[in-house]
């Protein structure tokens, strides 16, 4: 097969093709290996195999003008893993991982959403709920395209980065997010954003499920329940869904790596 071949598809899960054949041997990525240090163990990762699924970090959740502020509660534990992020993801894009951008994005007319989901932003049917304009600024709660669904801007989405939108506290409901990670050979996922209790906790069992290796970057994630939840939320990841780190143990790995090369 010395024919100059077209590329059908999405390295690595990608063919090479022209009129009359067809190479499906697939890619192989180059791996690049880090030493990572976690509260359990000592991981050995392939940052070629890796991606970091950023969650909810938006205005509805995390800005004063959102919806979570408009019920009352004080989103300012949500903004704490904004500063972390933004000295992690710089460095995350330099080393090649994708940075996933998971939002509550529903469709405006609400035609994939259960009374029992709807249930949860307006548990009395008077208030403002999915898709209600917000008194302050007018804007649908959760919906996509609008200033509700989009990241806080305080941090910064790159031309190269994914977004996806989710509908449920998981982001592998109805969604194209294992499609896209499975396009693109990704078996390590790394978790941040909000609330790490419910959306981020959700995703990352439901990754654990689908057989990801799941890491969870707690400085990087936060959540405005009360203590005992994140608690509950660490031990369990460390007890039955995988491992816990934080962005300083991936800055080092980092350093070590370059000082290897």
């Known amino acids: 097969m010395n024919r100059s071949l077209k590329i059908l598809g999405t390295p690595p899960n990608a063919w090479m093709v022209d009129d009359r054949t067809a190479d499906l041997t697939r890619p192989i990525l180059p791996p690049r290996s880090i030493v990572l240090e976690t509260e359990t163990k000592t991981l050995k990762l392939d940052l070629a195999k890796t991606a970091i699924l950023v969650i909810d970090m938006q205005n509805d959740f995390c800005h004063r003008d959102g919806w979570l502020s408009h019920i009352g509660v004080d989103v300012t534990p949500a903004r704490h893993p904004i500063d972390p992020l933004n000295k992690l993801l710089p460095q995350m894009r330099n080393v090649g991982v994708p940075i996933i951008w998971l ?147 991936f800055l080092s790995a980092f350093d070590r790596a370059k000082t290897q090369s």
């Open 103 to 249: 939002n509550w994005g529903n469709r405006p007319d609400l035609l994939n959403i259960s009374a029992g989901l709807r249930h949860v932003y307006n548990p009395t049917g008077t208030g403002v709920g999915l898709a209600d304009p917000l008194p302050k600024n007018g804007a649908p709660v959760l919906t996509a395209s609008s200033w509700a669904a989009a990241v806080v801007d305080e941090l910064e989405i790159a031309p190269e980065d994914i977004r996806v939108d989710k509908y449920r506290m998981s982001g592998f409901w109805d969604t194209p997010l294992d499609s896209i990670l499975r396009n693109l050979g990704k078996t390590t996922l790394l978790f941040a954003g909000v609330n790490a209790d419910q959306c981020v906790m959700a995703t990352l069992q439901d990754a654990n499920f689908l057989g990801y290796d799941c890491i969870f970057v707690k400085d990087c994630s936060a959540t405005t329940s009360p203590d005992y939840c994140w608690l509950a939320t660490v031990y369990n990841i460390n007890q039955c869904f995988g491992f816990v780190t934080d962005s300083g143990c």
